[in-house]
């Protein structure tokens, strides 16, 4: 069965921290990404990786960074973390292929900056 | 540039009642088209993909869409609203012109509530 991990569910950070959230994908995929959720703006796509070591910027990427240096781990990092970064964060994985391959989904960290 | 709006933000039905949810797009090139549902506190699951085959979907759960080009739509509908249907719906469309990549928009969704 498919499956996208994201190990951290629920947390509260500080202002001014960095921050960490981790994504494990167990199906090979080549692309990887990472959404954040708010209430009527659906997801936005902060980032993306299509192959190890590589990514591109999404439509929000300011205040982000990526890693990925393994092909099944993609981690995003929030350097000095704010509060108008709280947020639902979503991570994904696809196949390259034909247009339309699937996205799968992990079920989201909730991030709260006090 | 591709674009999609799903038209209600949220829509209220009865038990056993049809549901509609709707979606215009906007592409550069031949779209493919996707419905996700979101539970509480989960992730996105797909429902259902139209990738140039046949316009009408069928997917999971009973939903199905139809994807109408000359009208830019691609709405979802199901015959019967269970009580578990009550989620969040969202429209998605991708126009890479070529496979791999796979940059997604997403519509802003839209929130089913299923009364008894």
């Known amino acids: 069965d498919v499956k996208v991990t994201q190990s951290s569910r629920y947390l509260v950070k500080r202002t001014g921290e960095k921050v960490f959230l981790e994504c494990v994908q167990d199906?090979?995929?080549?692309?990887m990404f990472w959404y954040r959720q708010d209430p009527g703006l659906g997801l936005r796509l902060i980032y993306f990786?299509?192959?190890?070591?590589?990514?591109e910027k999404g439509d929000i990427p300011e205040g982000y960074s990526v890693s990925r240096e393994k092909k099944e781990r993609f981690s995003l990092i929030l350097e000095s973390a704010s509060t108008n970064q709280t947020s639902m964060y979503l991570c994904?994985?696809?196949?390259?292929?034909?247009?339309?391959?699937?996205?799968?989904f992990g079920e989201g960290s909730w991030l709260t900056v006090v | 540039a591709q674009s999609v709006t799903q038209l209600d933000s949220h829509v209220s039905v009865s038990e056993g009642t049809p549901v509609l949810l709707r979606c215009n797009y906007s592409?550069?090139?031949?779209?493919?088209l996707f419905w996700y549902v979101q539970h509480p506190n989960k992730g996105l699951q797909l429902l259902l993909k139209?990738?140039?085959?046949?316009?009408l979907v069928k997917g999971i759960n009973g939903f199905e869409a139809e994807f109408k080009k000359s009208e830019t739509s691609f709405h979802l509908t199901k015959p019967s609203a269970h009580m578990s249907d009550a989620a969040e719906y969202f429209c998605?469309?991708?126009?890479?012109?070529?496979?791999?990549?796979?940059?997604?928009?997403f519509g802003t969704g839209t929130q089913l509530k299923v009364e008894l």
């Open positions: 994904a994985s696809s196949s390259w292929g034909l247009a339309g391959n699937t996205i799968y």
């Open positions: 199906m090979d995929h080549e692309n």
């Open positions: 990786s299509y192959d190890v070591k590589m990514k």
């Open positions: 592409s550069s090139y031949s779209p493919s």
């Open positions: 139209y990738t140039s085959a046949a316009t």
């Open positions: 998605v469309v991708s126009d890479q012109p070529t496979g791999g990549g796979n940059k997604l928009t």
